[in-house]
């Protein structure tokens, strides 16, 4: 899809330092892919949470798993 649009600069800027891309349009598409797999980040973390799996909250019990 094509559309028009004002960007930030330098937010654009940042992002594209934090993402590692080069383009603008590499940049947005990175940027809503990160945006879109943080809701299923969320429900897999709260899945675990949810299942008595505290030991991923255990900063001593997850030293061992990195």
Same mark, same amino acid.
């Given at each position: 899809? /094509?559309?028009?649009?004002?960007?930030?600069?330098?937010?654009? !800027? $940042?992002?594209?330092? !934090?993402? &590692? @891309?080069? @383009?603008?349009?590499?940049?947005?598409?990175?940027?809503?892919? !990160?945006?879109? &797999? /943080?809701?299923? #980040? #969320?429900?897999?973390?709260?899945?675990?949470?949810?299942?008595?799996?505290?030991?991923?909250?255990?900063?001593?019990?997850?030293?061992? $798993?990195?």
């Amino acid at each position: 899809m /094509r559309t028009v649009i004002d960007i930030d600069k330098e937010l654009l !800027e $940042a992002a594209q330092h !934090e993402l &590692g @891309t080069s @383009t603008m349009k590499e940049t947005v598409n990175a940027a809503l892919q !990160e945006i879109a &797999g /943080r809701a299923k #980040r #969320r429900e897999a973390f709260e899945y675990w949470c949810s299942r008595d799996n505290t030991d991923l909250l255990d900063p001593e019990f997850m030293k061992q $798993a990195w």
